[in-house]
């Protein structure tokens, strides 16, 4: 049975980064991809981009591009999420998701399962 | 990019049926993926590829795909059904688009 455990809640300020991860059990990293996705609060989901650990290929949304970097250990079996310049508007909950697929480009299956989310608080 | 576009809510007594729709420009030509998210909970894929189901959920749950509309029906509907559903597809400009979401209430 596949599992996400995501890092515990962020606090940041604007313009810092934060780094939250998420930890698989199962050995997933072989055969399958992690995908981002956020809900900023009153809003919907909306997809960030995903990684294929195996091969370290990325696909990012295009509204993302140059402010995230996913990364993934195989040692650890952890993905990560960075993200550069926050603003008060990237406050949102963010969760990792399995996405059963390895073919480029990351985010053509669907998602299963979820992390249990990480909310990342941006304030002055 | 690709739009998708859902009624913000629906209701419905116990025991009916509620239909959720998801409207796109010939959406009937992609797969259509949907998700359960409660308050204060990860989401949970409830169907997939338009109509095929994960194991753990129930049969009452179903989708359908066609032209321009894809449909999650929730037969006999529960309490434990309400949640805000959403329909996701990959835009084959290379990115994920998830529908604005539909807010299921039981009367």
């Known amino acids: 049975q596949v599992h996400l455990e995501q890092s515990g809640a962020e606090v940041s300020m604007p313009g810092s980064p934060v780094k939250i991860s998420c930890k698989a059990s199962g050995g997933i990293f072989a055969s399958s991809s992690i995908v981002w996705v956020r809900q900023v609060p009153g809003h919907g989901l909306e997809w960030m981009g995903g990684i294929i650990p195996k091969s370290g290929v990325t696909n990012y949304a295009q509204k993302f591009q140059g402010r995230v970097t996913m990364t993934t250990d195989g040692s650890t079996g952890t993905a990560y999420l960075e993200m550069t310049d926050l603003r008060v508007d990237d406050t949102a909950v963010y969760y990792c998701?399995?996405?059963?697929?390895?073919?480029?480009?990351?985010?053509?299956?669907?998602?299963?399962?979820w992390g249990q989310g990480t909310q990342v608080i941006v304030s002055s | 990019s690709y739009v998708l576009t859902q009624p913000p809510s629906v209701s419905v007594a116990p025991g009916q049926a509620a239909r959720i729709s998801c409207g796109g420009n010939?959406?009937?030509?992609?797969?259509v993926h949907w998700y359960r998210h409660k308050s204060g909970q990860a989401p949970v894929l409830v169907v997939y590829n338009d109509d095929e189901r994960p194991s753990q959920i129930p049969e009452r749950i179903s989708g359908s795909n066609s032209g321009n509309t894809a449909t999650l029906t929730i037969s006999r509907v529960e309490p434990g059904d309400e949640a805000v559903y959403y329909c996701q597809v990959w835009d084959f400009g290379r990115e994920v688009v998830f529908g604005g979401g539909t807010k299921l209430t039981v009367l």
């Open positions: 998701a399995k996405d059963p697929s390895v073919v480029e480009p990351v985010g053509t299956a669907f998602f299963d399962p």
């Open positions: 010939n959406i009937g030509r992609k797969s």
